[in-house]
């Protein structure tokens, strides 16, 4: 079983940036990032994938979002720039053992998610 914690949310401005976290309680394959809008569904928005962190973005984010790994702490990150009112949501940290995309159901293990608010 793979323990996953988010940080890093919080409230900011548009234009803004945030820098979320997730540590992994051990090493797993892939690695990826969702976001939950009140009355809408999870949807992906990147993921970090094997030793080499082949890289994975929605289109909604490419250009403003990087996802980066450091294997030595098991640990994720997400930097968003440019942040937009659109961005709020509760972020997610998944995780899974084999090949991912940015389809939720690829995904074994999640995180208790972190809140990301922007204001216009």
């Known amino acids: 079983q793979v323990q996953l914690v988010e940080s890093g949310g919080g409230s900011v401005q548009a234009g803004g940036s945030l820098r979320l976290s997730c540590a992994a309680s051990g090493y797993i394959y892939c690695m990826g990032w969702f976001r939950q809008a009140p009355g809408k569904e999870r949807e992906g928005v990147a993921r970090?994938?094997?030793?080499?962190?082949?890289?994975y973005y929605a289109d909604s984010v490419k250009g403003r979002v990087t996802i980066s790994r450091d294997n030595a702490k098991n640990t994720v990150y997400l930097q968003m720039n440019s942040l937009k009112p659109e961005d709020t949501a509760m972020y997610y940290c998944?995780?899974?053992?084999?090949?991912?995309?940015?389809?939720?159901?690829?995904?074994?293990?999640w995180g208790q998610g972190t809140q990301v608010t922007v204001s216009s």
């Open positions: 998944a995780a899974a053992p084999t090949f991912c995309g940015l389809s939720p159901t690829q995904y074994n293990y």
């Open positions: 970090s994938m094997g030793n080499i962190g082949s890289t």
